[in-house]
């Protein structure tokens, strides 16, 4: 009996792989002859394959080994993981402007929520950065966490609203001009309830008015009642500011939260921005689910081995999820921008 194929493929009945790729050969192998692709130059391989490639590689984390198997058991393609990986650069190169675009409509954005994480170059520590709004994302990977790289990817001018966590690298901007992620404050608050004493009653005291907070937000989005919204929540001001300002008062006591206490009142207006402002949410959730598959790829890869493959991810990280939050084809786009690359056309932009 012969040996089963290796590969995704091997886990399908033979039926469906042969329907698969009948349906996908069409796109995959056989030659396009409309006049469009007659103007391309001659490469071994078609724009739809090289954006095949692409997508497997940054959207599904496939492995550049997997692609290859992927390729030849479902395409009767041949590529080698040094092809794979020339198809990848290529189509970094061809997303170089499209996601200057992109940084540029960040640095003119009214909201942004941005976070970080490390990455991996060559086995150096580095660190990712995410901006995003509500139909666009951009990632950069920096060499630290330091406030002068939230600058460079916000703009020196940004005047819209950073919704952040605590991280002192935002700490430059002004705190009316933030909104402190709610969500990492309720774990900070379970940390001091797990504590002794007038920690643990601190603690305490601050998951009750988060809780309510939480209540309150969640009403809001079923009507969007902004003036509900603020009268539910100028109690829970007074609350929060009452039970700081106690802690934040040098006694033995308060030893274990009082910095805390302190750094909360520092930033005092950064508690509130959602409950007036547009757009703004009480938490963070939207940058970290941006960054969430960048993590998985990380781990998986174990980041880049080169500045130039900072680059390539980076651009298609950005590529990536702005299609996603747009419901847009990261497939058709890149076809696009391989096929417009190719013809030295001007590479379509995500606008």
Request: aromatic share 8%; hydrophobic share 35%; proline share 5%.
């Amino acid at each position: 009996m012969a040996a089963p194929a290796r590969g995704v493929a091997a886990d399908r009945d033979p039926r469906q792989r042969a329907s698969a790729a009948r349906c996908l050969l069409p796109c995959l192998r056989q030659p396009d002859t409309s006049p469009a692709s007659l103007e391309l130059p001659r490469s071994p391989f078609g724009p739809r394959l090289q954006a095949a490639v692409v997508t497997l590689a940054v959207r599904n984390r496939v492995s550049r080994r997997d692609t290859t198997e992927l390729a030849r058991e479902l395409f009767g393609v041949e590529l080698s993981t040094g092809s794979v990986e020339a198809i990848i650069h290529r189509a970094g190169e061809a997303l170089a402007g499209p996601h200057t675009q992109l940084e540029q409509r960040i640095k003119s954005a009214s909201v942004v929520n941005i976070d970080e994480t490390g990455w991996k170059t060559a086995g150096g520590k580095r660190t990712l950065w995410g901006a995003l709004t509500s139909a666009t994302a951009v990632f950069r990977i920096a060499p630290g966490r330091h406030a002068f790289e939230a600058r460079r990817l916000l703009g020196e001018r940004f005047a819209g609203i950073v919704c952040s966590d605590r991280w002192r690298g935002y700490d430059y901007l002004d705190p009316a001009q933030r909104q402190l992620c709610w969500a990492h404050l309720l774990r900070d608050f379970t940390a001091h309830s797990e504590g002794m004493a007038d920690q643990q009653a601190f603690g305490y005291g601050g998951l009750a008015i988060a809780h309510e907070l939480f209540a309150a937000w969640e009403s809001y989005q079923q009507d969007r009642d902004r003036a509900r919204l603020q009268a539910e929540t100028a109690p829970l001001e007074d609350k929060l500011r009452r039970l700081l300002e106690r802690a934040a008062r040098k006694s033995p006591r308060t030893k274990y939260h009082r910095q805390f206490a302190k750094n909360l009142l520092k930033r005092w207006p950064a508690l509130w921005t959602f409950t007036h402002t547009d757009g703004v949410e009480p938490t963070n959730n939207h940058a970290e689910r941006g960054l969430r598959g960048a993590v998985i790829y990380r781990k998986l890869s174990l980041g880049s081995q080169s500045e130039q493959g900072e680059r390539t991810i980076e651009r298609l990280l950005s590529a990536s999820v702005t299609c996603r939050l747009r419901k847009q084809s990261l497939y058709d786009y890149l076809t696009q921008v391989i096929t417009a690359y190719a013809r030295g056309d001007p590479v379509p932009g995500l606008g």
